[in-house]
């Protein structure tokens, strides 16, 4: 065999990896979990209720906002400018007893994608 040969016969038999790319923008909203608490619950009327999550996305993160309804709690949107968002949003229990409050979590990325909302129920007692 020639010198020649057994290099072309060494290159075909090598195995390459082909060149992979960072994937672009996936066209997605952030994701937000609310881990506290793990689901509806109910909690009693006095000191302020954190609920406790996180929103992440690789595009990146420009805003969080916070909706609720039936209770006194309300929050400025959070602007956010990396791509994961830790909170932790105290929610006013005092003199609410017998009240329901609906929050609802979401993010919008850098690209104005808006993602899915997590929500929780905290019935006052």
Do not use: H, K, W
């Not at 996180?54 to 929050?75: A, P, W």
């Not at 409050?101 to 979401?106: E, G, L, Q, T, V």
């Amino acid at each position: 065999m020639t010198l020649a040969g057994a290099l072309f016969g060494a290159l075909l038999s090598c195995s390459r990896d082909r060149l992979t790319f960072p994937a672009g923008p996936n066209g997605t909203g952030p994701v937000t979990t609310i881990d506290q608490p793990g689901s509806d619950t109910t909690v009693s009327a006095g000191p302020e209720f954190f609920v406790t999550g996180r929103t992440i996305d690789l595009d990146g993160i420009d805003t969080v906002y916070v909706e609720s309804t039936g209770g006194v709690s309300n929050f400025a949107p959070s602007v956010v400018g990396s791509d994961s968002f830790r909170f932790g949003f105290p929610f006013t229990t005092l003199g609410l007893s017998g009240d329901t409050i609906n929050i609802r979590i979401f993010g919008v990325d850098r690209l104005g994608n808006r993602g899915d909302t997590a929500s929780r129920q905290l019935v006052i007692q």
